[in-house]
């Protein structure tokens, strides 16, 4: 199988977000989304300070669409509206439906706010097509144990969902997602089927991918075609790897809000201030 083509390479710049920088590759300017991908925030990575006030997202509603957070570095502190709560450490992911929607937040322990650290984040925003956007919330949280690997030829992949190289990952979803890391002159190819989506980030190290020299924080863009995708390294590198069936739906945002009509936006945000997603202290 020929190699996929790249269309196209996204470098994002950093810009503060209270204590966090943060990297923003999707959406950027003429790229809305990768359906179903709506968002990839790159926090960090960067050292907080002892006596912190830690991450600075207090409570917030969500609709129509799943969050996934990725925590490389430091911990997360998840509670949400419908009674979910944990606190995942370095290596363990955050997968969150929100469905009809819910109230959250996500912050820092209380032991990382008191003695600092580390801190490097992905949040991943997935959508949802409209049969769904209404299904229960729900919510999960892996510690790094709880994350399949799958080794071969100095690559590993952390499994989220999916299957990769045999091993399938904890989270059942329509979408695949792993994070793969390359050891110095390490490599991993997977052949892609015509008509998926593909979200490629490499967060750090650098990377040749079919043939193209990449450095860290770049969103590789592939078309729908069929083809391989051929990652190999020299010095080592890191990279948020999914593959989905694109939605080809209509899609309507509003801050926290991703439906499919302007009318279901209303709706979201009359059903948030009358409280029908729930409260969060």
């Not at 977000?17 to 999707?26: A, D, F, R």
């Not at 300017?29 to 050292?47: A, C, V």
């Not at 600075?56 to 949400?80: A, L």
């Not at 069936?245 to 009359?270: C, L, S, W």
């Amino acid at each position: 199988m020929a190699l996929l083509p790249i269309r196209r390479i996204i470098r994002p710049q950093g810009r503060p977000l209270g204590p966090l920088t943060m990297y923003q590759p999707l959406p950027e300017n003429g790229l809305d989304q990768i359906d179903p991908f709506l968002l990839l925030h790159h926090h960090g990575p960067q050292t907080f300070p002892a006596h912190n006030t830690g991450l600075p997202f207090g409570p917030h509603p969500h609709r129509g669409f799943e969050t996934v957070t990725f925590i490389y570095e430091g911990d997360v502190q998840h509670r949400d509206s419908n009674g979910y709560e944990s606190t995942i450490r370095g290596g363990g992911v955050q997968w969150m439906t929100a469905g009809s929607g819910l109230v959250h937040s996500e912050t820092s322990s209380a032991d990382f706010r008191r003695d600092g650290g580390p801190v490097e984040l992905i949040q991943l925003w997935i959508n949802l097509p409209a049969r769904l956007k209404m299904t229960p919330p729900d919510y999960r949280g892996l510690q790094e144990d709880d994350i399949p690997v799958a080794a071969e030829g100095g690559a590993s992949l952390a499994v989220v969902s999916g299957t990769w190289s045999g091993v399938a990952g904890p989270v059942a979803s329509s979408t695949e997602l792993a994070t793969l890391t390359l050891a110095p002159a390490g490599g991993y190819t997977r052949e892609i089927p015509a008509g998926k989506s593909i979200l490629f980030y490499v967060l750090n190290g650098s990377a040749t991918v079919n043939g193209q020299a990449v450095q860290g924080r770049a969103l590789v863009v592939f078309g729908e075609e069929s083809g391989t995708i051929e990652v190999r390294s020299d010095s080592g590198c890191r990279i948020l790897w999914g593959i989905a069936d694109p939605i080809r739906e209509p899609v309507v945002a509003h801050g926290p809000f991703v439906m499919n009509t302007g009318d279901e936006i209303r709706q979201a945000i009359a059903d948030y201030q009358s409280g029908k997603m729930g409260f969060l202290e």
